[in-house]
Each structure stands twice: as structure tokens, then as C-alpha cells.
């Protein structure tokens, strides 16, 4: 047998050095991202936090059996490298055969393996047991966007008449569990917030359960995360965590309609705008939610988000765009790096009066304009919302309506 060839030993040296850089790099990025909010390293309630507790131990175990394994190879490949004046067809003692040796490194790693199992399938069921008392909120995927559906009186109907239908921004209360099944109303999508849960696939059809508790007040950002079409990386999702208090009237007033005239003259002509252009696929409820009940249901109705309380909400489109100040340059998405750049409703969120001195009027308006020039859709196959070349008057008139709608 042949001593190990010199472009071996060569290689082996460089990828452990190469494993060795990236797996620094990997953690000096964990950490890097720790205050970001799509780190999944920093857990900020009880599913999260069960998650972490099985991550650091699996990776400190992974890690330990990574530097001994590699370690003794460069070990191995530097102590008995091709010498001068060594007999090249020297043949190296062998250990096959040697029993206690054989034993050992295979119940070793048997057992390493087992106890990661014990710890995966004890989080796991652990993750799925669901929370007693818990609030049940349905989330849909939709081409590029979420629907929550609550439902509130724990009927197992979504749609009943005390249930709310809401998009974009998933209201709850901080320190509460909530019971969140997701589903799709198109393609597979991913619901993820990596502050307060692991990843759950949204399938047509199909309802999987996940649990979500944020322990504090705050904006917890996530990313639809199974590749959709064409704008799954404009498809966030953004849960709003609120005091129990303020949870409960952000729920009276979603129970609210709308559609009353506006005593504003604009807003009055933009409601009528929207009752000609927009009511073929939004609902209002209070003015076409009727309609979207018929059946069979309108082809339409269902693939645009219920905007009955669009202020209550600080971001639009999917989460992309903010509301409310702060605003990006040019109207374009901030970076979702920052958490406080959620646009916030202040009193509206529940119900108050919306702050229009605030107002986003800048993005809403460029998004009513040519909402395809800000987020790629497909408008014409019923996949987002079209352009539908309102002029400059119809635009304000339309702004002015739907800020009403808090
Ligand atoms: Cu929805 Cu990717």
C-alpha cells in the first residue's frame, strides 16, 4: 500500500482550512444578524425559544464531533505523510478486526444520534400540542400576499358573522398563545417569522397547525419563504403584537363595517370611484361584502385583500410598502433590516382617527397609479392589482376615501 500521495494531503489541508473559514464565517453572520429581524436566532416567544434550545446543543454536539473527526485527519495526513528515507511500499498497521474498537465507533455515534432524536421528536410534538384557550386565526397564501381570518367565537368557521377577515399584518395579543393554521387559496407558500416560530408550508388544500406567541409588545417581520412566481420576495408578512387592551378594541372595531358616505366631498366621489373600479374584486364590508358571499361566489372574490380597515394597518402590498411614515426614498420598500421602519397607524389601530398628516401619500398614490410598475404581478391572470390608468383626480379622490377607512 502506497503512503498517502502529497496532492491529497494537499487537498485534505485545504478543505478543512476551506470548511473551517466557512463555518466561522456562518457564525461571525449569526451573530452579525442577531438584532435583525429575520435572524431565527433570537427567539422572542415560546415556540421560538423551544426551537433554540434544540439548535444549540445539536450544533455544539455537531461541532464538537466536527473539529475531532476533521482534526484527526489533519492529524493523521501531517504525522504519517511520505518521509525521506521511508520505504514507500511500507505497509501501516491495520485495525480491522480489532472488536472493541468496532464496537465503539459504532455505538458512539449510534448514541449521539439518538439523543438528537429524542430532543428533535420531544420540540417537535412539543411545537405542535396545541395551546388550550388560544386564539384561532387562519392564514391564507395568496399571489403576493396573507389573509388572517379569525375566528373568534371558536366555531371552526372562519367566515361566521363575529369572524374577522383581515390581510397583511397579523394582529395579536403579546403574551397570549395563538393557534394559526395555514393553508393556500393558489400556489405552495411558506409562512415564516422566525421571531416567534420555524417555517410552515401554506399548501392549497391542506391545513397545518402552528403556534405563535410573542412574549413582548412589538413588529415581528417574516418572508414568505417557498418560491411562489414572480413577486414571492415581495410576499412578507409582518405579525403586530399589541397589549391585551389594545388587542381587544383593534377586534370591536374590525367588527365594524364601513361604507357610510364620507362627509368629505372628495372622499364622497373617490367611494364612488371605487365602487365602479375596485369593488370587482375588493370587499369593503358595508358596501359589496354581500355580493362576495353570493353563490356560486363572484370569480374574483377572495383574491384581493379585504380593505373594510386599510388604516388600521401600516403597511400595504404584500407588507412592502409603508402606510404611514417613515417612507423610503422614491416611495420604494425600506430595508426590511429595520424593524422600527414599519409604518405605524398610531390611533387608528383601533379604531381611532386616522393621523392623515402621516399617511404614505406618496407610495399609495404611485401604487394606484401603476401598482405593476411597483411590484411585479400578473394583473391580466387575476395574480395582483392591475393598472387601471385613473386619472390624477380619481387618484386623490380615492386617497381621500380610503382614508376613512380605519
Ligand atoms: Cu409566497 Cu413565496
Given at each position: 500500500m502506497q503512503r498517502l500521495p502529497k496532492i491529497v494531503r494537499i487537498l485534505a489541508v485545504l478543505s478543512f482550512t476551506l470548511v473551517v473559514v466557512l463555518f466561522a464565517a456562518l457564525i461571525v453572520n449569526s451573530f452579525q444578524n442577531?438584532?435583525?429581524?429575520?435572524?431565527?436566532?433570537?427567539?422572542?416567544g415560546p415556540s421560538a425559544e423551544s426551537i433554540q434550545q434544540l439548535l444549540i446543543p445539536v450544533t455544539s454536539i455537531a461541532a464538537v464531533v466536527f473539529v475531532l473527526v476533521l482534526g484527526a485527519i489533519l492529524f493523521i495526513t501531517w504525522r504519517y505523510r511520505e518521509r525521506k528515507g521511508?520505504?514507500?511500499e511500507e505497509f501501516p498497521a491495520q485495525v480491522h478486526g480489532k472488536t472493541p474498537l468496532e464496537i465503539g465507533w459504532t455505538i458512539l455515534p449510534a448514541l449521539i444520534l439518538a439523543g438528537i432524536a429524542v430532543g428533535t421528536v420531544m420540540t417537535i410534538i412539543n411545537l405542535n400540542r396545541e395551546a388550550p384557550n388560544s386564539i384561532n386565526v387562519q392564514v391564507a397564501g395568496q399571489q403576493w400576499w396573507w389573509q388572517y381570518k379569525y375566528?373568534?367565537?371558536?366555531?371552526?368557521?372562519?367566515?361566521?358573522?363575529g369572524d374577522i377577515t383581515t390581510s397583511t399584518e397579523l394582529v395579536i395579543p403579546a403574551g397570549k398563545p395563538v393557534q394559526v393554521t395555514t393553508t393556500s387559496n393558489d400556489v405552495i407558500h411558506s409562512f415564516w417569522i422566525p421571531g416567534l416560530n420555524g417555517k410552515k408550508d401554506a399548501v392549497p388544500g391542506l391545513r397545518s397547525p402552528l403556534k405563535l406567541q410573542a412574549d413582548e409588545p412589538g413588529i415581528y417581520r417574516g418572508q414568505c419563504?417557498?418560491?411562489?412566481?414572480?413577486s414571492h420576495a415581495n410576499m412578507r408578512m409582518l405579525v403586530r403584537a399589541v397589549p391585551s387592551g389594545d388587542y381587544e378594541a383593534w377586534v370591536k372595531n374590525q367588527l365594524t363595517t364601513r361604507g357610510g358616505e364620507p362627509s368629505d366631498p372628495v372622499a364622497a366621489e373617490g367611494k364612488k370611484v371605487w365602487q365602479a373600479l375596485c369593488a370587482q374584486c375588493h370587499v369593503i364590508n358595508g358596501i359589496n361584502d354581500a355580493k362576495m358571499k353570493?353563490?356560486?361566489?363572484?370569480?374574483?372574490?377572495?383574491?384581493?385583500?379585504?380593505?373594510?380597515?386599510?388604516?388600521?394597518?401600516?403597511?400595504f402590498a404584500g407588507s412592502i410598502?409603508?402606510?404611514?411614515?417613515p417612507v423610503g426614498a422614491d416611495g420604494q420598500p425600506l430595508?426590511?433590516?429595520?424593524?422600527?421602519?414599519a409604518g405605524d397607524p398610531g390611533a387608528a389601530?383601533?379604531?381611532?382617527?386616522?393621523?392623515t398628516a402621516n399617511v404614505n401619500r406618496v407610495t399609495l398614490e404611485a401604487w394606484l397609479r401603476n401598482a405593476p410598475a411597483m411590484k411585479p404581478m400578473y394583473p391580466q391572470g387575476g395574480r395582483g392589482m392591475p393598472?387601471?390608468?385613473?386619472?390624477e383626480e380619481q387618484i386623490d379622490q380615492l386617497v381621500a376615501f380610503l382614508e376613512t377607512l380605519n
Amino acid at each position: 500500500m502506497q503512503r498517502l500521495p502529497k496532492i491529497v494531503r494537499i487537498l485534505a489541508v485545504l478543505s478543512f482550512t476551506l470548511v473551517v473559514v466557512l463555518f466561522a464565517a456562518l457564525i461571525v453572520n449569526s451573530f452579525q444578524n442577531a438584532g435583525k429581524p429575520l435572524t431565527s436566532l433570537n427567539p422572542q416567544g415560546p415556540s421560538a425559544e423551544s426551537i433554540q434550545q434544540l439548535l444549540i446543543p445539536v450544533t455544539s454536539i455537531a461541532a464538537v464531533v466536527f473539529v475531532l473527526v476533521l482534526g484527526a485527519i489533519l492529524f493523521i495526513t501531517w504525522r504519517y505523510r511520505e518521509r525521506k528515507g521511508t520505504d514507500p511500499e511500507e505497509f501501516p498497521a491495520q485495525v480491522h478486526g480489532k472488536t472493541p474498537l468496532e464496537i465503539g465507533w459504532t455505538i458512539l455515534p449510534a448514541l449521539i444520534l439518538a439523543g438528537i432524536a429524542v430532543g428533535t421528536v420531544m420540540t417537535i410534538i412539543n411545537l405542535n400540542r396545541e395551546a388550550p384557550n388560544s386564539i384561532n386565526v387562519q392564514v391564507a397564501g395568496q399571489q403576493w400576499w396573507w389573509q388572517y381570518k379569525y375566528d373568534l367565537n371558536s366555531d371552526g368557521d372562519f367566515n361566521g358573522p363575529g369572524d374577522i377577515t383581515t390581510s397583511t399584518e397579523l394582529v395579536i395579543p403579546a403574551g397570549k398563545p395563538v393557534q394559526v393554521t395555514t393553508t393556500s387559496n393558489d400556489v405552495i407558500h411558506s409562512f415564516w417569522i422566525p421571531g416567534l416560530n420555524g417555517k410552515k408550508d401554506a399548501v392549497p388544500g391542506l391545513r397545518s397547525p402552528l403556534k405563535l406567541q410573542a412574549d413582548e409588545p412589538g413588529i415581528y417581520r417574516g418572508q414568505c419563504t417557498e418560491f411562489c412566481g414572480l413577486s414571492h420576495a415581495n410576499m412578507r408578512m409582518l405579525v403586530r403584537a399589541v397589549p391585551s387592551g389594545d388587542y381587544e378594541a383593534w377586534v370591536k372595531n374590525q367588527l365594524t363595517t364601513r361604507g357610510g358616505e364620507p362627509s368629505d366631498p372628495v372622499a364622497a366621489e373617490g367611494k364612488k370611484v371605487w365602487q365602479a373600479l375596485c369593488a370587482q374584486c375588493h370587499v369593503i364590508n358595508g358596501i359589496n361584502d354581500a355580493k362576495m358571499k353570493e353563490t356560486p361566489p363572484p370569480l374574483v372574490a377572495g383574491v384581493a385583500p379585504n380593505l373594510t380597515h386599510l388604516m388600521t394597518r401600516g403597511t400595504f402590498a404584500g407588507s412592502i410598502f409603508n402606510l404611514y411614515e417613515p417612507v423610503g426614498a422614491d416611495g420604494q420598500p425600506l430595508p426590511m433590516s429595520d424593524v422600527a421602519a414599519a409604518g405605524d397607524p398610531g390611533a387608528a389601530l383601533v379604531g381611532g382617527k386616522v393621523d392623515t398628516a402621516n399617511v404614505n401619500r406618496v407610495t399609495l398614490e404611485a401604487w394606484l397609479r401603476n401598482a405593476p410598475a411597483m411590484k411585479p404581478m400578473y394583473p391580466q391572470g387575476g395574480r395582483g392589482m392591475p393598472n387601471l390608468n385613473l386619472t390624477e383626480e380619481q387618484i386623490d379622490q380615492l386617497v381621500a376615501f380610503l382614508e376613512t377607512l380605519n
